[in-house]
């Protein structure tokens, strides 16, 4: 049996197939991944048409630098995501390692940048609930727009974190030698993933960060 | 072939034995039992609660249940019936068993993420079962806000919690089916050979792909809402209650497409079948599927026509509504031409063929008539709509069901159920519908609202002629739960193709062996060839590579 | 897929700086005043135009077959159906007056 054989599960014909087959069902996965991000976002296009005023002052709330610091941390790490592939294709197993750690630092830098946020949200009374304080005459959609904030920014969290752990089972694999240029899907599913998460970043940023820093 | 001949071939059912066999199977015609099993404990479950609501509807006054309790029956019989039997039954069950087989393959492509699916389902149907047992829900099927999302003191967290769990299992089914259907047919097995259960399968997988994660993220912002205080849809906050039903029905409208799509899957298998001949304009038909799941993502609106929707909105959706309704006429007017000069037996899956048809065509036309604005204001929320939506449910995707597991059964069995009784219960079934459900158009048209325990006492007559119906439904749909049972012990032994009937499924013998196929069949020829036989249409190719 | 071909690093590397610089015109537009709608748009395209790389390059989609990119596009697709149909409804309701900044006093939140 060749070495390519090893990786073939038993219902496939060959590995082409097997491996055709999975980065289909990954993009297939990405597609509902987008219409389930697209539901918050929809609500969020609509509330923001009506309460543009209130919105924009809510925005001017986030910290626009930790927001542009964060969406270029998350930039490099799809950089070192696609690096990380990259080795894999080229057989090259030290880098694979080394790129898939990378991956992971700037993603818990992300997330521990994340949860300074949301300390000094907390901080300023903008949490929703009880304790929010915020201009009266705007106060209750501004509530809407850190609704949605906590709503997006968390789910987006989550999914960074679920990716952190796929990465960290990368890496415990790749130190093991699993993946070669002959066989590395699991490395470039988990970078089409990693890649789809700094997507929904890539418009959360702008929507929820820059509303009315004009103003 | 006797039966110590089948228990001596080797087989998908008797390979191993044992409740970790099960449990931890990848076998995707063994996790066709598994759902098998599941989504029949819910369907009895759905029901009892829909027998305690016809009970109570027999007299005009609130005498069994008090209002909120009744309240509570509604939900719970729209929750369990929709999510756990009308969604999962037929794609899981006879789409998990037969989407492999009838393609040539040995499984689906991702048979893990198959059982993971399974475990998901259950843990989902765990936890909405819980939130009955703590007392239930009084939202409605339907989860709208405010009530859903602040006002209720239900358990409505655990529900969405159950409701959402599930999802998954479809949105991981579909998957599995989209890769399956493009990545694993065999040699020969074009798309335009394809069976039309398969062509239904993919297009119902389409709306599990893109459809299911949006309720998804509803029922998450539904119960955030609740447990964070998150002001989403407050309207205090400027929050928009009907932003919630858009969200809502963008997904449950193409949810009972889901429910549909699959059971006229079946339908083109038994009148093929049954008829002996070649669907009638099969690519149309195809093409009819898929245009049936795309068009039934841009009418949702039409659940929202007296909500607060625009006009504008409102008219767009209900022309986009007639539209839908063009490629379902079209399939029943393909069936009917295929039933024309077709040599046609009566067999208990023709009935329930039969049956559909005529039930899902009084359900669509009178789809037509809500889909029209001016007549939806006045029967907008009253039985006429419960009517309509259980023609096409129960006198469509249950019968679906129903006809197909009669129909495959010796397959997944080897055995052959008793078919006096079959088409008994048959019988008994359709009648049994149509006296629970034509009354209601009636109920609806002259008035009575929908979710109500009490009603005006001119509405008894009606009422009791729906609770009698019911009776007799539910008579005919215990009795294949028996005979069926009965015939895995004591049924005749059936062969591989007890029907004679063409496709790939009945190529290999009953039960099929667990890789299906002992070399992979080349396919030359398309679907329905009833005009040849099998061995002019199936060639044995190389050895399976297993 | 293994017919592909390896993109190469130096096409990363123009891909990540692209990236970081669309961040920094995107994040300095906002800080002044374009009139209109256009903060709102041009926010929004250079926002499409960072996913679009990324799409291409980093996840190869500019080397794959043509069922690849069916289901990319299917997604966002699908995503504008449902912005669409409920942003039509929003636009064109007929409001006496929507709540506007600030609900009715007698709504307290429960």
Request: proline content about 4%.
């Amino acid at each position: 049996m060749s070495k390519v054989e090893v990786f073939r599960q038993h219902h496939f014909e060959d590995v082409e197939q097997q491996h055709e087959a999975s980065w289909l069902g990954m993009w297939v996965f990405l597609a509902t991944e987008v219409m389930f991000f697209g539901g918050m976002f929809a609500c969020y296009f609509v509330y923001k048409h009506w309460y543009l005023q209130a919105f924009a002052a809510a925005s001017n709330h986030l910290d626009i630098w930790l927001g542009a610091i964060n969406t270029a941390v998350l930039i490099c790490s799809s950089f070192t995501m696609a690096m990380a592939v990259y080795s894999a294709e080229t057989n090259r197993a030290k880098p694979l390692v080394r790129y898939l750690l990378l991956t992971i630092l700037l993603g818990l830098v992300f997330l521990g940048i994340k949860l300074f946020e949301y300390h000094s949200k907390f901080e300023e009374h903008l949490v929703p609930g009880s304790s929010f304080k915020f201009e009266e005459s705007l106060a209750r959609p501004a509530e809407i727009f850190f609704s949605f904030y906590f709503a997006m920014t968390g789910m987006h969290a989550v999914h960074m974190i679920i990716g952190i752990g796929l990465l960290t089972a990368l890496v415990l694999q790749a130190r093991r030698g699993r993946f070669s240029v002959v066989y590395h899907t699991p490395v470039e599913l988990t970078g089409l993933y990693w890649h789809f998460v700094d997507i929904v970043w890539i418009f959360l940023f702008p929507l929820l960060y820059l509303l009315g820093r004009h103003v | 072939m006797n039966l110590s001949e089948i228990e001596r071939r080797e087989h998908y059912l008797n390979v191993n034995y044992g409740i970790r066999s099960w449990l931890f199977t990848t076998d995707h015609k063994r996790i066709a039992w598994l759902y098998l099993l599941s989504v029949t404990v819910f369907f009895f479950i759905g029901g009892l609660f829909a027998t305690l609501m016809r009970i109570e509807l027999l007299t005009p006054q609130g005498d069994l249940v008090q209002a909120e309790t009744y309240n509570k029956f509604f939900t719970m019989h729209g929750v369990t019936m929709v999510f756990f039997f009308l969604i999962p039954s037929i794609p899981n069950v006879l789409g998990n068993f037969l989407v492999p087989m009838m393609i040539g393959a040995r499984d689906l492509a991702f048979p893990r993420l198959n059982l993971a699916s399974w475990y998901i389902f259950i843990l989902g149907g765990a936890f909405t079962l819980m939130a009955a047992a703590a007392g239930g829900v009084d939202t409605g099927w339907t989860f709208y806000t405010p009530y859903s999302s602040i006002y209720s003191n239900t358990h409505v967290v655990l529900t969405v919690v159950g409701v959402f769990v599930t999802g998954f299992s479809s949105i991981l089914t579909g998957l599995n089916f989209i890769v399956t259907i493009h990545k694993m047919r065999a040699p020969g097995m074009t798309w335009f050979r394809l069976p039309l259960f398969i062509w239904a399968h993919y297009a119902t997988s389409i709306i599990f792909i893109l459809g299911t994660p949006v309720i998804a993220i509803t029922l998450v912002l539904v119960g955030l809402e609740r447990i964070f205080r998150l002001g989403i849809f407050d309207p205090a906050l400027g929050g928009d209650p009907v932003l919630f039903q858009h969200l809502f029905w963008f997904y449950s409208h193409p949810a009972v497409y889901i429910m549909i799509l699959p059971a006229m899957g079946v339908v083109s298998e038994l009148i093929a079948c049954f008829s002996r001949k070649r669907i009638f304009g099969y690519s149309v038909v195809a093409f009819a599927s898929l245009a049936i799941a795309v068009i039934g993502f841009l009418v949702w609106g039409h659940h929202m026509f007296v909500a607060g929707q625009s006009v504008h909105a409102s008219m767009i959706f209900s022309l986009l509504s007639f539209l839908v309704a063009i490629p379902s006429a079209i399939k029943v007017f393909n069936w009917t031409a295929t039933l024309y000069k077709g040599s046609i037996s009566y067999d208990a899956p023709m009935l329930y063929a039969l049956g559909f048809i005529g039930l899902f065509t009084i359900g669509g036309l009178t789809g037509l008539f809500l889909a029209t604005l001016g007549i939806d204001v006045h029967v907008h929320d009253t039985y006429f709509v419960v009517a309509h939506f259980h023609y096409i449910m129960v006198g469509g995707a249950v019968m679906g069901y129903l006809g197909g597991i009669h129909f495959w059964w010796p397959k997944m069995t080897g055995r052959t159920y008793p078919e006096i009784w079959a088409r008994l219960a048959a019988l008994l079934i359709f009648v049994g519908f149509n006296l629970t459900f034509f009354p209601q158009f009636v109920l609806g048209y002259v008035g009575m609202p929908r979710r109500y325990h009490v009603y005006p006492p001119e509405f008894q007559v009606l009422n009791v002629m729906s609770t009698a119906g019911a009776s007799i439904l539910a008579v005919g749909y215990l009795l294949p739960l028996m005979y069926l049972i009965w015939s895995l012990r004591y049924g005749a032994v059936a062969g591989a193709n007890p029907w004679r009937a063409r496709g790939l499924e009945w190529q290999t013998p009953s039960p099929p062996p667990t890789e299906n196929f002992d070399r992979t069949p080349t396919v030359t020829e398309g679907a329905y060839a009833y005009e040849k036989d099998p061995e002019e249409i199936y060639t044995l190719g190389k050895p399976a590579h297993v | 897929m293994s017919s592909k071909p390896v993109v190469s690093v130096r096409v990363y590397v123009l891909v990540f700086l692209a990236l970081l610089v669309l961040t920094a015109v995107t994040t300095t537009i906002a800080f002044f005043d374009l009139g209109g709608g256009v903060n709102n748009a041009a926010a929004l395209t250079i926002a499409v135009c960072k996913a679009v790389l990324v799409i291409l390059y980093f996840m190869h989609v500019r080397y794959s077959d043509r069922l690849t990119w069916v289901f990319v596009a299917a997604g966002f697709f699908w995503l504008l159906i449902l912005i669409g149909g409920t942003m039509d409804d929003v636009l064109t309701r007929q409001e006496i007056s929507r709540a506007s900044e600030t609900p009715p006093a007698q709504l307290q939140r429960r």
